[in-house]
């Protein structure tokens, strides 16, 4: 086994890349690696230079309602809803309403609250602007709440969620309410915890790791916005879960990782990331993976994704935890475009094209990568 494997490789860059660092504003080191290993990196760049090509997806909560009802009911609010490739997931086309920024959303979230039963609120107000010519307030039609303050939103019917992010999730294969045991290992703020309980019906029971406490009260919102009862939440690094000396059915780690996927939410990730942070976040999932993957059951199922492009992050942890134990094995999965092969001077496990990749500008969804891990049965 390569004890380097997670080591950042770096790639010399060009007079290409350099062109692109300083026309993109990112730096040079990211684009010289961009271009070895992402498929039509300039068209990727292009795309996520552009705000208008996001794409914003929200997730139904069956725990409280259904996907109709939801489409039905935010439909008749204006929102323009399409399916996707999940039946619980939608792209919603107009999430802050077209272009009227609401000035007061705390004070409608006031008036959700106090008007429970009142679905039709939004038809109830207007919204005005003041108009410089005319020195008159100008009524700009019926106010709409953005996507994350409707009334919908605050009673738990969706969760706003990156469509990629559900697909791993839908991967965990739990199907109709199973009674299964489920570790979460990096969960904060609560969507794929949220979305684990909406797959169990309430049932089983799901352990939540956080290491942050600063992130727990929004874990605990999302949780009990949702409806969620079957959750432990435990304040701890998930390395250490081991020492409780627990089994899980399923286990999903959403690893902390450098985010390159979510540059397009963030554009300040350009910069802000170096190679010794992509060393750190590797060197953790290292860890965090071989515990999740201790803590599984024989025949238990794994997911590990992150919002990352770098192979670092991805297919070399994947190689690292088959390299370490035998009994893990790779599984197939539905969506996004194979994992890589190899990388620089590394060559990984063939079957790492069961591994999926996700990309802005190919799949319309974040950054994002999805492997899949049985425990073989003893
Ligand atoms: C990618 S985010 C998780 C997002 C979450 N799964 C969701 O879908 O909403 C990673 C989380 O892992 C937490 N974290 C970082 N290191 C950790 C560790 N060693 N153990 C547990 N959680 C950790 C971070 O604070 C962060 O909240």
């Not at 996907?67 to 619980?88: A, C, F, I, M, N």
């Not at 602007?129 to 605050?154: C, F, V």
Request: net charge neutral; aromatic share 10%.
């Amino acid at each position: 086994m390569d004890e380097n494997l997670g080591c950042p490789v770096l790639i010399t860059g060009n007079e290409h890349s350099r062109f692109l660092s300083e026309r993109y504003g990112y730096k040079e080191w990211m684009i010289s690696r961009f271009l070895n290993f992402i498929p039509y990196p300039e068209r990727m760049l292009d795309y996520i230079n552009d705000s208008k090509n996001l794409h914003h997806y929200i997730r139904v909560n069956t725990l409280r309602t259904n996907p109709q009802v939801l489409k039905r009911r935010l439909g008749e609010k204006g929102y323009h809803l399409s399916d996707t490739v999940l039946k619980e997931v939608f792209e919603i086309k107009n999430p802050s309403y077209g272009d009227i920024k609401i000035k007061d959303a705390g004070s409608m979230i006031a008036h959700h609250n106090n008007n429970d039963n009142n679905d039709n609120y939004n038809e109830a107000t207007t919204q005005t602007d003041y108009d410089l010519q005319s020195g008159k307030d100008r009524n700009l039609g019926p106010k709409q709440a953005s996507i994350g303050s409707t009334i919908e939103y605050l009673r738990g019917y969706y969760y706003i969620q990156d469509l990629s992010s559900c697909i791993a999730v839908e991967e965990l294969e739990i199907h109709d309410g199973q009674d299964l045991v489920v570790l979460d290992m990096a969960a904060a703020p609560g969507g794929k915890t949220t979305h684990i309980a909406q797959k169990l019906n309430n049932k089983g029971a799901i352990f939540a790791c956080e290491s942050n406490s600063n992130r727990l009260s929004s874990l605990f919102f999302n949780l009990s916005r949702c409806f969620v009862h079957n959750t432990i939440v435990l304040n701890t690094r998930a390395e250490e879960i081991n020492e409780l000396e627990l089994q899980f059915d399923r286990v999903l780690l959403d690893a902390p990782c450098t985010c390159e996927g979510i540059i397009m939410k963030d554009e300040s990730r350009k910069k802000s990331r170096n190679l010794e942070d992509l060393e750190t976040c590797s060197k953790r999932q290292k860890k965090m993976i071989v515990s999740g993957f201790n803590a599984l059951k024989p025949n238990g199922l794994m997911i590990y994704c992150t919002c990352s492009f770098a192979p670092e992050e991805n297919e070399m942890i994947i190689q690292h935890l088959l390299s370490n134990h035998k009994d893990a094995k790779i599984e197939p999965l539905n969506y996004g475009m194979n994992g890589l092969t190899s990388f620089s001077k590394y060559q990984f496990a063939e079957k790492m094209v069961y591994t999926k990749r996700f990309y802005p500008h190919i799949h319309a969804t974040n950054g994002f990568f999805i492997a899949k891990i049985r425990k073989k049965p003893e």
